[in-house]
Nanobody
């Protein structure tokens, strides 16, 4: 089970940190990812992180602004979002990939999903 939190309303240029807490004792074996879905749009990849945290991947639109990290002792993955833009407004979902071969960037490669947390960036 994945529980995302940390969303909210922020002005453009501001920051938010999203958290996703996972239940279970095998969190460190999952590749974790964040996706977002804006109104009327498809869900799209934002960032992903390897099991140990040593490898990360980002969508071009967030590179240099967002940072994904994880704490395997706390079974939690984070998404630090800086320099937020109105176009970042979306519902953000965390996801877990059990296969763990690479860091997937497509949603059909992830096995479990959290409920989503809403981020609104005002201009």
């Amino acid at each position: 089970q994945l529980q995302a939190s940390g969303g909210g309303l922020v002005q453009a240029g501001g920051s938010l940190r999203l958290s996703c807490a996972a239940s279970g004792r095998t969190f460190s074996s999952y590749v974790m990812g964040w996706f977002c879905q804006a109104p009327g749009k498809e869900r799209e990849f934002v960032a992903g992180i390897w099991r140990s945290g040593g490898v990360t991947a980002y969508a071009d639109s967030v590179k240099g602004r967002f940072t994904i990290s994880r704490d395997n002792t706390e079974n939690t993955v984070y998404l630090q979002m800086n320099s937020l833009k109105p176009e970042d407004t979306a519902v953000y979902y965390c996801a877990a990939d059990l296969a763990g071969g690479v860091v997937p960037t497509t949603q059909n490669e992830y096995d479990y999903w959290g409920q989503g947390t809403e981020v609104t960036v005002s201009s």
